[in-house]
């Protein structure tokens, strides 16, 4: 037992001070995750949308977080990451306060997309300031403490956000508003006068010493990086599942009330602020970067394809669970997939590309998912879900292979 909790102690050490304040920030900013996971219920309750309309709305916020993060990274290279996260901040607070006010179709889906837009544009920043200010061999770590902050953020958010609910569904707008603006305000203190490292450099276990050629170092022309973007891109397709149809699921199949579904979707937050970095410090000295991000995926499978399986509230948080520990051995990785692919100069771009990748499932996976749900049943998104997962482990595993 002080063997295991050594390893977990040490799991934090030898991070900078700058990734614990990122990390604070990451976490006030996420605490305020609760529009986005009740987006869906928040329709269907409220404006009385139905499933598909609700799926046309939810991709209008894929479509803004792709040109999100594209400007995002490509802003981030020319003006600056502090720049970049402090305006996404400052613009969205006010946003999520308008939103209530557009209940048609249209209108939400436009609001929906400027807010997606400006919101995501912290992305690819934050992922290069996470990078910057971490030391060298530290990298994945670092990450995946901002990570750790998003988790518990999000642990707490969707749990206020149930309760909220049952006061009114405006009450979590005003919530998100109000977290964005206080990460805003504590960003700026912490970071507008503190340097960067000069001197960025990490672990080439991707590229080998020689880096590539300089003409090859633009993410989009990469083929390598490509190919693993759009398996980044088909495993965020089946991962956004959980904040679109996953709650649904819950309502109309378990029949869960808004607290119950809160609680649970703080579950697998939860679970990672306890676990992540044990397990990443553990999988960072025992496993390859291959194999960790391969099993990651299978792990992520399997928890999809358990909720076809009966069982009660203790198997829906079990199956989280499953969920949670796939998620830890592949977000994180992939993260450090793309700092070590890119150069300094590229970074934004790297990161920016890496983030669209995400944000690019989200254009067609809320309508997708909805489409075959209305169709087909949640039995029949589950199996195509794991199955594709399934698919995208192998798809890793080979361009992984070829990268290094």
């Known amino acids: 037992m002080k063997r295991i909790l ?11 001070q700058a990734a614990w304040l990122l990390a604070i920030v990451m976490l006030i900013n996420r605490m305020g995750s609760m529009v986005i996971p009740f987006l869906g219920l928040y329709m269907t309750q409220v404006l009385h949308f139905d499933i598909k309309q609700v799926g046309v709305v939810l991709m209008s916020y894929g479509f803004g ?3 999100g993060s594209y400007i995002g990274g490509w802003l981030t290279d020319r003006i600056g990451s502090f720049k970049v996260q402090f305006g996404s901040l400052v613009l969205a607070a006010p946003l999520f306060l308008l939103i209530p006010h557009f209940k048609e179709v249209q209108s939400l889906s436009i609001m929906i997309f400027t807010l997606s837009l400006i919101f995501d544009a912290f992305r690819p920043a934050n992922s290069v300031s996470v990078a910057s200010y971490a030391k060298p061999e530290n990298i994945t770590r670092a990450f995946s403490l ?4 998003i988790n518990l953020g999000f642990s707490i958010g969707p749990a206020v956000a149930g309760f909220l609910a049952t006061i009114s569904f405006n ?4 919530g998100n508003s109000f977290a964005v603006l206080c990460a805003a305000v504590i960003f700026f203190v912490f970071f507008h006068k503190r340097e ?3 001197d960025i450099k990490s672990k080439k276990e991707i590229i080998p010493e020689n880096e590539l050629p300089q003409k090859r170092r633009n993410p989009y022309t990469d083929l390598p990086f490509v190919l693993f973007n759009i398996f980044c891109c088909i495993f965020s397709f089946c991962f956004f599942q959980l904040i679109t149809t996953l709650p649904l ?5 378990h029949h869960l009330n808004d607290h119950q579904i809160g609680f649970l979707l703080g579950w697998s937050g939860f679970v990672i602020v306890l676990l992540e970095m044990f397990i ?5 000295k025992r496993f390859s970067l291959i194999s960790t991000l391969v099993f990651g995926t299978f792990l992520c499978a399997s928890s999809y394809a358990m909720l076809n399986f009966t069982g009660g509230l203790g198997w829906l948080y079990f199956t989280f669970f499953i969920f949670g520990l796939g998620e830890m051995l592949t977000l994180p990785f992939m993260a450090t ?10 970074q934004g771009a790297y990161m920016g590309f890496n983030s669209l990748a995400f944000s690019a499932a989200n254009i067609f996976s809320p309508l997708l998912g909805t489409s075959i749900v209305d169709s087909f049943g949640f039995k029949t998104l589950w199996w195509a879900t794991a199955l594709t997962l399934s698919a995208t482990a192998i798809g890793f595993y080979l361009v992984l292979k070829w990268m290094k």
């Open 146 to 149: 901002n990570r750790l902050a």
């Open 65 to 67: 977080s792709v040109c």
């Open 280 to 284: 990443v410090h553990i999988a960072e």
């Open 6 to 16: 050594s390893i977990y102690l040490d799991s934090f050490k030898g991070l900078s």
């Open 171 to 174: 009450w979590i707008f005003y």
């Open 337 to 346: 997939v793309s700092v070590n692919r890119s150069t300094p100069k590229t």
């Open 196 to 198: 960067k490292r000069s």
């Open 249 to 253: 699921f819950y309502r109309e199949v």
